[in-house]
């Protein structure tokens, strides 16, 4: 690996101050599952490496209300098999239970899944496309492999969100707890993501000197029926190609309120309003997720490869509304 | 620091890719430090019109002067102004998130660039067939009116020199660098259409080699910045109190006859009725 000064402060203040001091040339680490990527493929050179792994403070799941707050470097294990997790929202833990593999969950942590990076291997390997600062998108040529990539609002960059639990939360309506020195702000999980048309080299609007610190679900979904399903290549240690994350009120056969998202189609978690609209107050039944599967993929643009993802992600909205299938794994 | 990014191509190329960001910086920083030594300067230079009793004389003379002389007719007003609007829209869309206002501004920026592109081309077509195609330009005919307003400029009095024809010395020169780099944020930006989604053209990001495209990038970003300085000194000039009816005339379309003798040389700028008649009229 490249030389870098690692600093492994022991509270949430002294990281901060390591944070504030080094700015942009600091790379913030938590489970190491994306940093050491890039780091042992020499791709990113940061100065200096933020190991938050002795930051307890960070750790931790706490009742909020009837919601929860979840620290941000609690790993996608202890989520997973979190009593109160499991029994309020059960979409986390399901989407928590499926990221990567268990050695993976078992370091990987819920602020570095929703923070990790594209995984689009034109910019992973280190070729000079838009995300990594260059003037090109290698991903969406006449002769690019883009079957993992974007079908909605791609900007110039067609790379995904790669996450599990990131659609979850967005569909719980958490809220990110972000630090940067005294500072502290609140953002909404659909606005902790960003597209390429706001900032070409991200996915998050973390900046320098930001500690994303802890994540609030509001007690709103608890409880409600919640589905989260995930179509990968392989059935562990993969990534999805489309996952869905649906919350809902339903009253008899008839939905309320939903939140539907959908991940891997876009650089953001993919919300589905025009269903979510829809499908309120509408008889939870094969007509209605049959009509809103089609609302679901209007707009969408596919590449070369991957077209497959139009019919995949209607699959998966029909089984969410119908809420006749559960995740598999 | 490096001025121009670059980057390894996949086949192991060194290639621009943009310019840095600092050079928007040293634009906007020199721009208002021009801004601020011209206005230091104009406060202690002589003025440049001719004096009033020549302007008497030269009114008296010219009787058939209207009171209000056309300066730019409507068409010509109305491509100023979209063509500003264009540009203000591209620069605040291009640069607003280099310094932190994020939104999504590509689909903004582009379609500013087609209204400036379409506008221009207009422009183009009217000034060749409709208006004097050469009283906007500078070349070695200007040089004795350079001298002389440069004579003036230091507080010589009765410089035999020209005056201005229908354009200043100065807006001439300013004509010419947003014409050279106009013509560059045009031309390299209609070849970036082909490397976002517009709807417009089809993609076809192999349309041009990656050190093509590289300096394709970094033309267009050495011209867009320069715009920023260009653009602050020209919104600069329009507000300056002196140069006022100029501005006005860019809106209402003339000047009065006064400011017409008193900056321009009617031989080189021949409003209607201003020709010298044979015998003075008294």
């Known amino acids: 690996m490249?030389?870098?000064?690692?600093?492994?402060?022991?509270?949430?203040n002294d990281a901060l101050g390591v944070l504030n001091r080094h700015g942009a040339d600091a790379w913030v680490m938590a489970g190491g599952m994306d940093t050491f990527d890039w780091l042992k493929d020499r791709i990113k050179k940061p100065k200096v490496v933020v190991d938050l792994a002795m930051v307890n403070e960070l750790r931790g799941i706490k009742d909020a209300g009837g919601g929860l707050e979840i620290g941000a470097t609690t790993t996608l294990t202890t989520i997973a098999n979190d009593p109160m997790v499991k029994e309020r929202f059960p979409l986390l833990a399901t989407a928590a239970l499926i990221v990567a593999s268990p050695q993976i969950r078992n370091v990987g942590t819920l602020g570095g899944n929703v923070s990790q990076d594209a995984r689009c291997w034109y910019y992973r390997a280190g070729w000079p496309c838009y995300r990594a600062g260059g003037n090109i998108c290698y991903a969406d040529t006449p002769t690019s492999i883009n079957r993992e990539h974007a079908i909605f609002n791609a900007d110039r960059c067609v790379a995904v969100n790669p996450s599990d639990t990131a659609p979850a939360l967005v569909a719980l309506d958490a809220q990110f707890v972000i630090k940067n020195g005294d500072r502290e702000r609140v953002v909404p999980a659909e606005e902790f993501f960003i597209g390429p048309g706001i900032d070409i080299t991200k996915l998050t609007s973390l900046q320098p000197g930001d500690l994303l610190t802890a994540i609030r679900i509001p007690a709103t979904w608890a409880?409600?029926?919640h589905y989260f399903e995930k179509v990968r290549d392989r059935q562990v240690w993969d990534f999805a190609l489309v996952n869905i994350a649906a919350s809902m009120n339903v009253s008899g056969s008839t939905i309320g309120d939903a939140r539907m998202v959908v991940n891997g189609v876009a650089a953001t978690p993919y919300r589905l309003n025009a269903v979510e609209a829809f499908i309120k107050g509408k008889a939870r039944d094969k007509a209605t997720a049959d009509q809103a599967a089609d609302?679901?993929?209007?707009?969408?643009?596919?590449?070369?490869?991957?077209?497959?993802k139009i019919p995949l992600m209607k699959a998966l909205v029909k089984r969410a509304i119908r809420g006749d299938a559960e995740w598999t794994s | 620091m490096d001025l121009l990014t670059t980057a390894r191509s996949p086949w192991g190329e060194s290639i621009f890719t943009h310019i840095s960001w600092s050079l928007f910086w040293a634009s906007l920083v020199g721009g208002l430090l021009f801004l601020l030594a011209h206005g230091g300067y104009m406060l202690f230079s002589q003025h440049r019109k001719r004096p009033s009793e020549e302007v008497d004389r030269m009114e008296r003379e010219r009787a058939g002067l209207p009171a209000l002389i056309t300066r730019h007719g409507f068409v010509a007003r109305a491509f100023h102004w979209v063509m500003a609007f264009a540009m203000l829209t591209l620069l605040l869309t291009a640069f607003l998130p280099i310094i932190g206002v994020r939104f999504a501004w590509v689909q903004w920026h582009w379609m500013a660039g087609v209204l400036l592109t379409a506008s221009v081309l207009f422009h183009i077509f009217h000034a060749t067939f409709v208006l004097d195609f050469w009283s906007i330009w500078v070349g070695p005919k200007d040089i004795p009116e350079f001298k002389a307003e440069m004579l003036r400029e230091m507080g010589k009095e009765d410089v035999p020199g020209p005056r201005s024809g229908k354009y200043p010395l100065g807006n001439r020169l300013y004509h010419l660098a947003v014409m050279v780099a106009g013509l560059v944020v045009i031309a390299t930006g209609i070849l970036m259409m082909w490397r976002v989604r517009t709807g417009v053209v089809e993609r076809n990001p192999y349309m041009l080699s990656d050190p093509a495209w590289g300096l394709t990038y970094v033309?267009?970003?050495?011209?867009?910045?320069?715009?920023?300085?260009?653009?602050?000194a020209h919104i600069y000039f329009a507000l300056r109190p002196e140069k006022l009816w100029i501005t006005k005339a860019m809106i209402f379309g003339t000047i009065s006859r006064r400011n017409y003798l008193e900056y321009h040389d009617p031989d080189r700028w021949a409003a209607e009725g201003s020709r010298k008649p044979s015998s003075p009229v008294a």
């Open chain 2, 219 to 232: 033309g267009h970003g050495l011209m867009g910045v320069g715009f920023v300085g260009l653009v602050i």
């Open chain 1, 295 to 308: 609302i679901a993929v209007q707009g969408a643009v596919p590449l070369q490869h991957n077209a497959y």
């Open chain 1, 223 to 225: 409880g409600k029926g």
């Open chain 1, 2 to 12: 490249p030389a870098f000064e690692l600093f492994q402060p022991a509270s949430v």
